[in-house]
């Protein structure tokens, strides 16, 4: 079955720049999504099918995928973005969604 | 707006079975999938399956084959999963997420807690 790999953790000073990986065979060929998810909270959509950005997310939050990784970027970060971060896709060779096992983001 | 209600805290004994619902509301509920994605405590997103609300047909994780069903009433914009066969390991919040384009989830349910235990 197709594998997302997230590092566990990732650390940013405030107005600094963070970059979330996801790593896939051939990420590059699939549409990956990104979710932010605070504690207790419900996951949210913050990038899909790559690089889009639902209404309401930030410009700050941006996305690109090629070859074996896909990045999510938090420009500007804020002490706000300090959450779990999820990359995922749909696998259509086995008509599954995939997730990676999550970032946590922590804003110093 | 669009909104998913889901049901209640669920405790359950090992070996039970335990059926969840997601009530939607401000969509039409037969044009979008609906999927179920679990999270145990302190772990990551973990997909169950998806039910395609006009048909009814549904797809799900290998791991849930034989204990996982997914039911839809369209008269109530409802849909349900029933988890068979409890096990502690099942223990975990489980979401109801609607389908953007079936491939990912641009809305998402508060939630539903299941604990299994003896």
């Known amino acids: 079955s197709y594998v997302l790999t997230q590092p566990p953790s990732v650390s940013v000073a405030p107005g600094k720049t963070a970059r979330i990986t996801c790593a896939g065979t051939?990420?590059?060929?699939?549409?990956v999504h990104w979710y932010q998810q605070k504690p207790g909270q419900a996951p949210v959509l913050v990038i899909y099918?790559?690089?889009d950005r639902p209404s309401g997310i930030p410009e700050r939050f941006s996305g690109s995928n090629s070859a074996n990784t896909a990045t999510l970027t938090i420009s500007r970060v804020e002490a706000g973005d300090e959450a779990d971060y999820y990359c995922?896709?749909?696998?259509?060779?086995?008509?599954?969604?995939?997730f990676g096992g999550g970032t946590k983001l922590t804003v110093l | 707006q669009e909104q998913l209600v889901q049901s209640g805290a669920e405790v359950k004994k090992p070996g039970a079975s335990v059926k969840l619902s997601c009530k939607a509301s401000?969509?039409?509920?037969?044009?979008?999938?609906m999927h179920w994605v679990r999270q145990a405590p302190g772990q990551g997103l973990e997909w169950v399956g998806i039910?395609?609300?006009?048909?009814?047909?549904?797809s799900h994780a290998q791991r849930f084959r034989g204990r996982v069903t997914m039911t839809r009433d369209t008269s109530t914009s409802t849909v349900y999963m029933e988890l068979s066969s409890l096990r502690s390991e099942d223990t975990a919040v489980y979401y109801c997420?609607?389908?953007?384009?079936?491939?990912?989830?641009?809305?998402w349910g508060r939630g539903t807690l299941v604990t299994v235990s003896s």
């Open positions: 997420a609607r389908g953007a384009a079936r491939t990912h989830f641009d809305y």
């Open positions: 401000g969509y039409t509920f037969t044009s979008y999938y």
């Open positions: 039910i395609s609300p006009s048909g009814g047909s549904t």
């Open positions: 051939n990420i590059g060929s699939k549409s």
């Open positions: 099918f790559d690089s």
């Open positions: 995922q896709v749909w696998d259509s060779s086995s008509d599954r969604v995939v």
